[in-house]
């Protein structure tokens, strides 16, 4: 028996020896087991700009920006796919390409005295968040990225507003920091926005709290002067636009999600919505020198739109839209497709742009009433948005050629797009340029603008909707109960299926959850 024993202690500490060697064998030579903490930056800030996009093709249909070449499809009829993940890349980019990856970002970051890249990650942070309320409504924040948990309780959307201004907040004290080990160079290596510039980093992130304050604009503690302030905080010129680039020289993510080699838009055309809002007819008798260079004439050379839901049997083959690489057809485009405006394949996208934030400050100046600081406003934002289509159609050799200056002012000298006195400023006015201004890229933002104005609110002045010329389909998604789309439900995988008993407490589960209007929108 003895000898029994001594064999096995024998094989026992052999076994744990070479257990040792083959845990070695885990230990990859060629590959760090840590990383610098800016190597985290690069793939989050491709998400920033790039999410918005995948969750654009759904919100564009509620929002009107395009519509789909088949009829009733579920998101022009303000619906949603069930079991689906559709409409939820944000949810997945926010918890999953985030997630882990921003917290250790952030932690090496405070621990190695790198303020300036903190301040970095507590704008992603804060963006992810601004992002997913405002596209859900009540999300999950104080639980997330907690390893310990199954099952996730969510939080109100007034604590993910105040969660924002918060992290943006602490953001902005950071990258006033100078001293530990604050170093441009180190951020700019991986910094795809604005390589380093503490100064525009800075700026953002009052841009991002204008926007957050903004959004009040239905309730009691609406203050338009503190959103006038983050304004005049934030980007001074188009300069200060936080853009993404492309090479567009390998693989998917080298290249603009709208572009034609990705092949994401075959089956989208625009809506008469954006087309009356340039072609005259909201605004007699002014044609827009930018519809010819954003949006995509038939092939009878004609500018029109499919109406939402309505698929394209009203048209001839001569008159039906192109898509907006200005093909006919819904197939995938052919190999060096030139595209135009930000449907190319090198074309820069926006996080947000000095144009979007004029006309945030115009709706903020005319609601407080100061007419003239809001009609000032409400011109930079049209001239500077003139000036980004022109930047934008450079960027990748694309067909539209450049807005003169000759056909700038012309459309600028209009009494119907700006008014010759203050006074005469409408909030429809500032409200349709400013969708024009966000068409195609800003559609967390128009979404959130149309929610506020309930899709069809009138203009206290003139009478006329807000948004002139919405119309919302004959009817509406099955189990919509005929009101419109207020929130997209979250992630179909993860709550859905894992996460039902915390679904169940906010009211998720219901087939029309996605009506429900969500908090910052009520009074």
């Given at each position: 028996m003895k000898n029994i024993y001594i064999i096995l202690l024998t094989g026992f500490l052999f076994t744990l020896s070479s257990c040792k060697k083959y845990l070695d064998v885990n230990t990859n030579p060629n590959a760090p087991?840590?990383?610098?903490?800016?190597?985290?930056?690069?793939?989050?800030?491709?998400?920033?700009?790039?999410?918005?996009?995948?969750?654009?093709?759904?919100?564009?249909?509620?929002?009107?920006?395009?519509?789909?070449?088949?009829?009733?499809?579920?998101?022009?009829?303000?619906?949603?796919?069930?079991?689906?993940?559709?409409?939820?890349?944000?949810?997945?980019?926010v918890y999953w390409s985030f997630g882990q990856n921003l917290v250790d970002m952030n932690t090496k970051a405070e621990a190695e005295q790198r303020w300036d890249l903190l301040g970095v990650g507590q704008i992603?942070?804060?963006?992810?968040?601004?992002?997913?309320?405002?596209?859900?409504?009540?999300?999950?924040?104080?639980?997330?990225?907690?390893?310990?948990?199954?099952?996730?309780?969510?939080?109100?959307?007034?604590?993910?507003?105040?969660?924002?201004?918060?992290?943006?907040?602490?953001?902005?004290?950071?990258?006033?920091?100078?001293?530990?080990?604050?170093?441009?160079?180190?951020?700019?290596?991986?910094?795809?926005?604005?390589?380093?510039?503490?100064?525009?980093?800075?700026?953002?992130?009052?841009?991002?709290?204008?926007?957050?304050l903004n959004h009040y604009s239905n309730k009691a503690s609406y203050r338009p002067n503190d959103v006038i302030a983050a304004v005049d905080k934030s980007f001074t010129s188009n300069a200060d636009d936080a853009l993404m680039a492309y090479p567009g020289v390998t693989g998917n993510d080298d290249r603009n999600f709208?572009?034609?080699?990705?092949?994401?838009?075959?089956?989208?055309?625009?809506?008469?919505?954006?087309?009356?809002?340039?072609?005259?007819?909201?605004?007699?008798?002014?044609?827009d020198p930018r519809m010819s260079r954003m949006l995509a004439p038939a092939p009878d050379g004609v500018y029109r739109g499919i109406v939402t839901a309505a698929g394209t049997g009203a048209f001839t083959a001569s008159q039906l839209p192109n898509n907006f690489w200005?093909?006919?057809?819904?197939?995938?485009?052919?190999?060096?497709?030139?595209?135009?405006?930000?449907f190319s394949d090198k074309c820069k996208l926006p996080v947000m742009t000095y144009s979007q934030l004029q006309f945030i400050k115009a709706e903020a100046a005319y609601k407080k009433g100061d007419k003239e600081t809001a009609l000032a406003a409400y011109k930079n934002g049209i001239s500077s948005h003139i000036d980004f289509v022109n930047a934008r159609n450079l960027e990748d050799n694309q067909s539209p050629t450049q807005i003169t200056s000759a056909e700038k002012t012309t459309y600028m000298s209009s009494?119907?797009?700006?008014p010759a006195a203050a006074a005469d400023l409408t909030l429809t006015q500032i409200m349709c340029q400013k969708y024009i201004a966000q068409w195609g890229w800003g559609h967390l933002e128009t979404w959130m603008d149309m929610r506020r104005y309930h899709y069809t609110d009138a203009d206290p002045v003139t009478?006329?909707?807000?948004?002139?010329?919405?119309?919302?389909?004959?009817?509406?998604?099955?189990?919509?109960?005929?009101?419109?789309?207020?929130?997209?439900?979250?992630?179909?995988?993860?709550?859905?299926?894992?996460?039902?008993d915390a679904l169940s407490v906010i009211g998720g589960l219901a087939t029309d959850y996605h009506t429900k209007q969500t908090w910052i929108i009520q009074p």
């Open positions: 087991q840590t990383v610098t903490a800016n190597l985290y930056l690069s793939p989050m800030l491709h998400w920033m700009v790039t999410a918005p996009q995948y969750d654009g093709r759904f919100i564009g249909r509620y929002t009107q920006n395009w519509t789909s070449t088949s009829s009733g499809t579920t998101w022009d009829l303000q619906g949603y796919d069930p079991a689906s993940d559709n409409g939820a890349e944000l949810w997945r980019d992603l942070k804060a963006w992810g968040w601004q992002s997913l309320t405002d596209v859900h409504g009540e999300i999950i924040i104080k639980e997330a990225i907690d390893p310990t948990k199954y099952a996730f309780n969510y939080d109100s959307q007034e604590y993910a507003y105040q969660e924002v201004q918060r992290l943006l907040t602490a953001a902005i004290a950071n990258l006033a920091r100078t001293d530990g080990a604050v170093d441009v160079n180190f951020l700019a290596k991986t910094d795809l926005i604005y390589k380093g510039d503490r100064a525009k980093w800075t700026k953002l992130a009052y841009a991002m709290l204008a926007l957050n709208l572009g034609p080699t990705r092949g994401n838009m075959q089956t989208y055309r625009q809506t008469p919505f954006i087309v009356n809002l340039m072609n005259g007819t909201q605004f007699t008798g002014v044609t200005n093909i006919a057809s819904i197939s995938a485009p052919p190999a060096n497709t030139q595209g135009r405006y930000i009494t119907a797009i700006v009478g006329k909707q807000v948004y002139l010329g919405y119309v919302f389909p004959i009817t509406l998604y099955s189990e919509n109960a005929g009101k419109p789309a207020y929130r997209i439900r979250p992630r179909y995988n993860s709550e859905y299926v894992w996460n039902r």
